[in-house]
């Protein structure tokens, strides 16, 4: 994550355009939020190569099919990429599904990890000489979902989870050698410490913090009311049980996710502020942080799970009269590229930058930040590496502080508990495998 996958893949497709002549189509799906930033890099780095950026509503999308797809005299196709989205390519599956492609790249492709998914059954059915899926973070909670991509690049190969699990899920006991090897012709991986030497550290601090004494009544007022179904166990309906998590989670964000103030409460700005910040033990602490660190100059990013807590921690900002930005699923398009470029200009005012954890978490870059701080843990933990990847990356000059706040006594400390379960597969699959040097070439790999 932040060690330049874009880049590396453009190259490659710059190498096959002059090296071999290959001229596409090549097709690239990316996240929105990663969509210009891959148009600027392609533009800096093969700038020769005609990409067309397929998006809009489906006017737009015609006026691109009409106007910037073929030559009417040859049938020749204008265009050597097409770069487009995820959602778009669902909503044109027939008509990209059509066409021959020469290459199809994947970015943040963990969300091929589900083999039974829409997108996953789209993509793979699309007609392609050669695939590559670029992703930080390959596994993510089970040895099935990386299995899934494997299937995706070579269905050949990998044709069954039964057999691939009954070969390698016992890797325990063989310390998944046998699953190492035959990975390495298939995963080219490089680590912070090999691409960048001078990269600074990363410092993770957990700061625990006892609830509010209205969250205590909350939280325990949500355990009284739901103890029926909560003392059924594993018996009990799993999306109940979900919902009541997610109960006790906004409980343990701050008390206004469960019962917001009225309007009229407060006499005043200082009042609503300290009512605010007491409703929240996370926000307390956050408080006293964020003061020592605007005086220390340093640089915030916020992360959190919930658009509802985004926009408490706003109005926090603006009552602190702290300048901040902020990114999440609702903003698209040029609004989100002012809001990065903002933050990101050289001698910016801003101080924080709220982003939620899956629409900020992927392919930005905010190495003008130097801390971070995770609001509330996800129950999957690389979408939170993810999020701390958007300022420990190629660029950063300081040392990035990492601040994870988690309430006592709560879910989130399962939550943490949990994580640490799946990082221990992700560290014992990819994390110890050696890579050092190698690349797919020198491993020997077949197209797919």
């Given at each position: 994550?932040?060690?330049?996958?874009?880049?590396?893949?453009?190259?490659?497709?710059?190498?096959?355009?002059?090296?071999?002549?290959?001229?596409?189509?090549?097709?690239?799906?990316?996240?929105?939020?990663?969509?210009?930033?891959?148009?600027?890099?392609?533009?800096?780095?093969?700038?020769?190569?005609?990409?067309?950026?397929?998006?809009?509503?489906?006017?737009?999308?015609?006026?691109?099919?009409?106007?910037?797809?073929?030559?009417?005299?040859?049938?020749?196709?204008k265009f050597n990429i097409l770069?487009?989205?995820?959602?778009?390519?669902?909503?044109?599956?027939?008509?990209?599904?059509?066409?021959?492609?020469?290459?199809?790249?994947?970015?943040?492709?963990?969300?091929?990890?589900?083999?039974?998914?829409?997108?996953?059954?789209?993509?793979?059915?699309?007609?392609?000489?050669?695939?590559?899926?670029?992703?930080?973070?390959?596994?993510?909670?089970?040895?099935?979902?990386?299995?899934?991509?494997?299937?995706?690049?070579?269905?050949?190969?990998?044709?069954?989870?039964?057999?691939?699990?009954?070969?390698?899920?016992?890797?325990?006991?063989?310390?998944?050698?046998?699953?190492?090897?035959?990975?390495?012709?298939?995963?080219?991986?490089?680590v912070k410490k090999d691409v960048?030497?001078?990269?600074?550290?990363?410092?993770?601090?957990?700061?625990?913090?006892?609830?509010?004494?209205?969250?205590?009544?909350?939280?325990?007022?949500?355990?009284?009311?739901?103890?029926?179904?909560?003392?059924?166990?594993?018996?009990?309906?799993?999306?109940?049980?979900?919902?009541?998590?997610?109960?006790?989670?906004?409980?343990?964000?701050?008390?206004?996710?469960?019962?917001?103030?009225?309007?009229?409460?407060?006499?005043?700005?200082?009042?609503?502020?300290?009512?605010?910040?007491?409703?929240?033990?996370?926000?307390?602490?956050?408080?006293?942080?964020?003061?020592?660190?605007?005086?220390?100059?340093?640089?915030?990013?916020?992360?959190?799970?919930?658009?509802?807590?985004?926009?408490?921690?706003?109005?926090?900002?603006?009552?602190?009269?702290?300048?901040?930005?902020?990114?999440?699923?609702?903003?698209?398009?040029?609004?989100?590229?002012?809001?990065?470029?903002?933050?990101?200009?050289?001698?910016?005012?801003?101080?924080?930058?709220?982003?939620?954890?899956?629409?900020?978490?992927?392919?930005?870059?905010?190495?003008?930040?130097?801390?971070?701080?995770?609001?509330?843990?996800?129950?999957?933990?690389?979408?939170?590496?993810?999020?701390?990847?958007?300022a420990h990356r190629i660029g950063?000059?300081?040392?990035?502080?990492?601040?994870?706040?988690?309430?006592?006594?709560?879910?989130?400390?399962?939550?943490?508990?949990?994580?640490?379960?799946?990082?221990?597969?992700?560290?014992?699959?990819?994390?110890?495998?050696?890579?050092?040097?190698?690349?797919?070439?020198?491993?020997?790999?077949?197209?797919?």
């Amino acid at each position: 994550m932040g060690l330049g996958k874009t880049i590396q893949t453009i190259s490659f497709l710059n190498y096959l355009f002059h090296e071999h002549q290959l001229y596409g189509p090549f097709l690239l799906v990316v996240p929105l939020s990663t969509l210009t930033s891959w148009q600027r890099e392609i533009q800096t780095w093969a700038p020769q190569m005609n990409a067309v950026v397929y998006l809009g509503d489906i006017t737009s999308r015609n006026m691109i099919r009409t106007h910037e797809w073929m030559h009417p005299q040859t049938k020749r196709l204008k265009f050597n990429i097409l770069l487009t989205t995820y959602e778009i390519l669902l909503k044109d599956k027939s008509f990209l599904g059509g066409l021959n492609w020469v290459f199809i790249g994947v970015d943040e492709a963990h969300r091929l990890k589900n083999d039974d998914s829409l997108l996953y059954k789209t993509l793979i059915d699309f007609k392609s000489n050669h695939r590559l899926l670029i992703t930080g973070t390959p596994l993510q909670n089970s040895l099935k979902e990386l299995w899934s991509l494997l299937h995706f690049i070579m269905p050949e190969k990998f044709s069954s989870w039964e057999d691939f699990e009954e070969e390698h899920g016992k890797g325990r006991e063989f310390g998944y050698a046998s699953l190492h090897k035959e990975l390495e012709p298939f995963l080219l991986r490089r680590v912070k410490k090999d691409v960048e030497k001078s990269l600074p550290a990363k410092v993770e601090q957990i700061l625990r913090m006892e609830m509010s004494a209205l969250q205590k009544q909350y939280y325990k007022w949500i355990l009284t009311r739901n103890y029926k179904a909560l003392s059924k166990g594993s018996k009990g309906s799993t999306s109940g049980f979900l919902n009541i998590m997610m109960e006790l989670k906004k409980c343990c964000n701050h008390c206004y996710l469960i019962k917001p103030p009225d309007d009229n409460e407060f006499y005043n700005k200082q009042e609503a502020l300290q009512h605010l910040i007491r409703s929240s033990g996370k926000l307390i602490l956050l408080d006293k942080l964020l003061i020592r660190l605007r005086e220390r100059g340093n640089r915030v990013l916020i992360f959190s799970q919930m658009v509802r807590m985004l926009d408490i921690l706003a109005e926090y900002l603006k009552y602190r009269q702290f300048p901040f930005q902020r990114l999440d699923g609702s903003i698209k398009g040029e609004l989100r590229k002012q809001a990065l470029d903002h933050f990101n200009a050289e001698g910016s005012e801003d101080f924080c930058f709220l982003l939620s954890t899956r629409a900020g978490g992927l392919g930005i870059n905010l190495a003008s930040a130097d801390t971070v701080v995770i609001f509330d843990s996800d129950w999957n933990p690389q979408n939170d590496l993810q999020a701390q990847a958007r300022a420990h990356r190629i660029g950063q000059k300081k040392q990035v502080n990492i601040y994870r706040l988690v309430t006592k006594a709560s879910v989130e400390e399962d939550i943490l508990e949990r994580a640490k379960k799946k990082m221990v597969l992700d560290h014992l699959v990819i994390q110890r495998m050696d890579t050092t040097g190698k690349t797919v070439l020198h491993t020997g790999s077949t197209p797919s």
